[in-house]
């Protein structure tokens, strides 16, 4: 609490001297929670599951504790080429000593050579080649220690589609805390075989991006193989979106974009490392109606599932009221399909209400339905689980 007072004096005395150059944005978000998971294993009796009951929460992107009160600071120097960046989160609205805000990324920035060189040094956050949203929000030069991340922004690519090039690299630390390594000295091979490498690419026509992340012999994976220490593997998140359809039917505001992960490549133990999710997205939002069909293909380890999810919402009395549905079928297949003989793996459902008070501010209620097959023979194998969520939230 004494960390976030002493920041709040900060942003007011640099808002002051700085208002031209200072950004200080957010957002609160919280609400009440009901959940309840039925799941019954052979020998036929009900198990509750952790987070059943009521509890303080939101379902709307603010993590899995009370809710979220998140501090954005950005500043930039009068030139234009100096300045910082950072992002407070807390998400446990309570008094212990390691429940206290804590910091996302904070790093500061510097721009030279006519803006076609950055340099960020610090907690890295807000990646150029990261693989965006919704949901998957993955950047791979994250991690709990200190980083250096190089840009290189070539001019000449803007001759052709008004294009925009980012490419470099980070130099960091291994980026899972809780893996012990091989129990020796750290060697400055092993700080260069964590670099990440990044390139994106933009133009009139679309947007491709990625980066890949090495893993070097250090970074071992002792605390997801039980005593038996396996290479973890490289990673690899991407994304890419279009930009044509929109100039073909601009009526229908169509868009069409993926996103996706790798981790685990070349890992020597596979069944515990390696996973991947790939997500393809289709929307029209002609006017006030919007129609969303998501594909996904994801794995971990030999098991694999595909999805579609579609999603409809429609804006009422100018967007004050918008009620939406999203719906998801689910299947696995493959030698480590759940229950063999299932038509689904699960399906699940979600209708909201959500009314709009001002632009930032809102309160919504949720409903969630989900059946899964979580338990192989002799089963039975379903599990039913379905919460409510009255939340709000404010943006600033």
């Known amino acids: 609490m004494r960390t976030f007072l002493i920041l709040a004096l900060a942003v007011m005395v640099t808002g002051a001297s700085f208002a031209q150059e ?36 939101s379902k709307d992107d603010a993590g899995s504790n009370d809710g979220r009160f998140r501090l954005n600071l950005k500043y930039t120097n009068s030139k234009g080429n100096l300045g910082f960046q950072s992002r407070l989160n807390w998400e446990q609205f309570n008094n212990a000593p390691t429940n206290g805000p804590n910091w996302s990324y904070a790093y500061g920035w510097g721009s030279f050579f006519n803006d076609q060189f950055l340099l960020s040094l610090g907690k890295l956050g807000n990646s150029p080649w990261g693989s965006g949203g919704p949901e998957m ?49 750290p060697t400055l091979l092993d700080a260069l075989q964590e670099t990440v490498f ?39 998140v991407y994304r ?70 579609p999603f409809f919402s429609y804006k009422l009395l100018n967007g004050l009221v918008v009620p939406s549905i999203e719906i998801t079928y689910a299947n696995d297949f493959g030698d480590h399909k759940v229950w063999p003989d299932s038509s689904y793996l699960y399906y699940d459902f979600k209708p909201r209400l959500q009314v709009n008070f001002a632009q930032g501010a809102y309160v919504a209620f949720e409903y969630y339905y989900r059946m899964l097959m979580a338990y192989g023979p002799p089963g039975p194998p379903e599990k039913r689980t379905q919460w409510m969520n009255l939340r709000a939230g404010i943006s600033f």
Do not use: C
């Open 137 to 185: 929000w993955r950047e791979l030069e994250v991690s709990s220690f200190a980083g250096l991340r190089f840009e290189w922004k070539p001019k000449f690519v803007q001759n052709w589609k008004n294009g925009e090039m980012n490419l470099g690299f980070v130099l960091n630390w291994y980026d899972d805390v809780a893996d012990a390594g091989m129990g020796r000295d």
């Open 240 to 309: 890419v979106e279009e930009y044509i359809l929109k100039s073909i039917a601009p009526d229908l505001n169509m868009q069409v974009w993926a996103l996706g992960e790798f981790m685990g490549i070349g890992s020597e133990s596979p069944e515990d490392t390696f996973s991947t999710r790939n997500w393809l997205f289709y929307q029209v939002a002609p006017g006030d109606f919007t129609a969303q069909a998501r594909f996904g293909l994801e794995a971990t380890g030999a098991k694999f599932q595909a999805f579609i999810r």
């Open 22 to 57: 200072f950004v200080l944005s957010g957002e609160a978000k919280t609400g009440i929670i009901w959940q309840q998971t039925d799941h019954r294993l052979a020998s036929e009796v009900d198990h509750k599951r952790e987070g059943d009951g009521v509890r303080m929460g």
């Open 198 to 236: 990044g390139v994106s690419y933009k133009n009139d026509w679309f947007l491709v991006r990625g980066a890949y992340r090495l893993d070097s012999e250090l970074d071992q994976g002792a605390a997801r193989s039980g005593n038996d220490i396996k290479k973890e593997g490289h990673k690899l």
